[in-house]
């Protein structure tokens, strides 16, 4: 007899919620973009899979905002900055080097420059039937330590 639950929780977190392709970004990391609704420059320093579509930040010097595809225009142009590119993609399939509770595979689901470092944004908690009010965000940023790529 197959445990369902426990098949649908270790599968959960190498389904990817875009569907079976990858939808394609609009900017590339490091890449500087116009933000409409701020009318300024910045470069974006990550994006995540959100609500549906890929939210990207923009780092604008003195603040890092969010926006979605509608609110920058890609300028071609790529920043001139000093770190190795991300050592993940997005979509990837990586093992949690230290994760203790139920399957260790998550997929990449964002990418983000931090303190000219790059943190993968990976799925922690499955998602559940009903509203948990210990548990608000389900994602989370992980360092490139604590990951190991899977060969597929």
Not at 8 to 18: F, G, V
Not at 79 to 107: N, Y
Not at 108 to 134: A, D, H, K
Request: net charge positive.
């Amino acid at each position: 007899m197959i445990d369902n639950v426990n098949a649908l929780l270790t599968s959960w977190y190498i389904s990817p919620p875009w569907g079976r392709t990858i939808p394609p970004v609009e900017v590339n990391l490091l890449e500087k973009v116009y933000l409409r609704t701020m009318r300024t420059f910045g470069y974006c320093c990550g994006m995540q899979w959100k609500h549906e579509s890929w939210i990207y930040s923009v780092d604008c010097g003195k603040e890092i905002l969010h926006a979605t595809q509608n609110q920058i225009i890609a300028t071609g142009e790529l920043e001139a900055i000093k770190v190795q590119k991300p050592a993940f993609v997005l979509g990837e399939r990586v093992m949690l080097c230290s994760h203790d509770q139920g399957t260790k595979q998550r997929l990449i689901l964002g990418v983000g420059l931090v303190n000219n470092s790059w943190f993968y944004v990976v799925e922690l908690v499955s998602p559940t039937l009903t509203q948990s009010r210990t548990i608000s965000n389900r994602f989370s940023l992980v360092g490139e330590k604590s990951l190991v790529r899977v060969n597929a």
